[in-house]
């Protein structure tokens, strides 16, 4: 149904911005737009945890953690998925993962690391 491919990560200071971006390669439009979207992130010694995600109704989804900071969009045209990260803290530290389509049909990118320098 379509592989993620994540890029855009890198090592920012505290207080940065960074722009991930996570293109759907191999998906025709209609499916693209018919899945789960979503960005997760792993932390050294810590489990995956959802970041932010966008359903095929378009409703949007924050962890606590990055509302206010984050916002995720998508250019179905591009059929990618995009993070924008503003104000970023050193706890956003770690490895970033698109994944693409529904619970139990979902497919993951091979990551980005996001590192924050105090």
């Known amino acids: 149904q379509g592989q993620p491919v994540e890029s855009g990560g890198g090592l920012v200071q505290a207080g940065g911005s960074l722009r991930l971006s996570c293109v759907i390669r191999r998906s025709i439009l209609s499916v693209f737009t018919s899945r789960l979207r979503g960005w997760y992130r792993q932390a050294p010694g810590k489990e995956r945890e959802l970041v932010a995600s966008?359903?095929?109704?378009?409703?949007?989804i924050y962890a606590d953690s990055v509302k206010g900071r984050f916002t995720i969009s998508r250019d179905n045209a591009r059929k990618t998925v995009y993070l924008q990260m503003n104000s970023l803290k050193p706890e956003d530290t770690g490895v970033y993962y698109c994944?693409?389509?529904?619970?139990?049909?979902?497919?993951w990118g091979q990551g980005t690391q996001v590192t924050v320098s105090s």
């Open positions: 966008i359903d095929s109704g378009g409703d949007i």
């Open positions: 994944r693409f389509g529904n619970d139990g049909n979902e497919s």
